[in-house]
C-alpha cells in the first residue's frame, strides 16, 4: 500500500538559511499533519490542513510557514535557521479525521 | 486539554514472555486512543486505535490494548514478545471535544526483548 512520502530525508543547514519539505499524503488523504520530534522527545504538533485550508495550529513559530497544494501536497517552509530548529520532521496524512499515518520524516540539521 | 502519561521510560522482558506497555490519559470530551512503534530512524507506524465500542483492541504484530474508562488507562499488550519488537512505542489521545484533530503524544517508552 502507498505511504506518506516526505523529501528530503536528510537536509543540513547552517543558520539563518532557509528550507522546505516536502510532503506527499497516501492517496485520496485529504488531510495534512506536521509535527516537529527533538532530540529524545515525543512528537509536538505544529500545524495541519484539511481540504487545502488550515485546520488547527500548535506550536509552530512565527518563522514557519505552511500550505497543502491543488494536489494535497503540502510543504513547511522554515526561515531564518535556529539551532534548536534541528529536529526530525514528520508529515502524516489521514482521510478526514481518520486514523493519522506517518511518513517516514526529514532529518534537518542546523550548523 | 488533552494529555498523556507513560509512566516508564523503559521496560525490558524476556522473548516469550507477555508485555506490557502503560498509558494512561486525560481528555476533556471522549478519548480517541491510539499506539505507535517507532524503529530507530524510521517514521511512526500505527499500531492500533480506540475509537468506541469493545474495550480490546487488536491491532497489528498480536499487539493489542485494552481500554479502561474508569482508570483512563490505554496498556498496550501483547502475549509473547518477539526481540523483532524492541523499539521506541508512544500513546497518543485525541479528544471528540474541541475540534482539533491533532494528537498529543506520550514521551514514549523504549521497549527492550532480551533473547
Known amino acids: 500500500a502507498a505511504g506518506v512520502i516526505q523529501s528530503p530525508r536528510h537536509l543540513i543547514k547552517e543558520k539563518r538559511e532557509t528550507a522546505t519539505l516536502k510532503c506527499y499524503p497516501i492517496?485520496?488523504?485529504?488531510?495534512v499533519y506536521w509535527y516537529q520530534q527533538g532530540p529524545g522527545q515525543d512528537p509536538q504538533f505544529l500545524i495541519s490542513f484539511y481540504e487545502k485550508m488550515q485546520s488547527d495550529k500548535g506550536s509552530i513559530p512565527d518563522r514557519f510557514s505552511a500550505q497543502q497544494f491543488s494536489d494535497y501536497h503540502s510543504e513547511l517552509n522554515m526561515s531564518s535557521l535556529e539551532l534548536g530548529d534541528s529536529a526530525l520532521y514528520f508529515c502524516a496524512s489521514s482521510l478526514a479525521i481518520d486514523t493519522q499515518y506517518f511518513g517516514p520524516g526529514t532529518r534537518l540539521t542546523v550548523l | 486539554a488533552q494529555s498523556v502519561a507513560q509512566p516508564e521510560d523503559q521496560v525490558n522482558v524476556a522473548e516469550g514472555n507477555p508485555l506490557t506497555v502503560k498509558c494512561t490519559y486525560s481528555v476533556s470530551g471522549n478519548p480517541y486512543l491510539f499506539w505507535y512503534v517507532q524503529y530507530p530512524n524510521r517514521g511512526l507506524q500505527f499500531l492500533l486505535k480506540y475509537i468506541t465500542g469493545d474495550n480490546l483492541v487488536k491491532g497489528s504484530y498480536g499487539f493489542e490494548a485494552e481500554f479502561n474508562k474508569s482508570q483512563t488507562s490505554f496498556h498496550l499488550k501483547k502475549p509473547s514478545a518477539l526481540v523483532s519488537d524492541s523499539a521506541l512505542y508512544f500513546c497518543a489521545v485525541r479528544d471528540d471535544k474541541g475540534g482539533a484533530n491533532n494528537l498529543f503524544f506520550g514521551t514514549g517508552t523504549r521497549l527492550t526483548v532480551i533473547p
Open positions: 492517496p485520496r488523504h485529504d488531510t
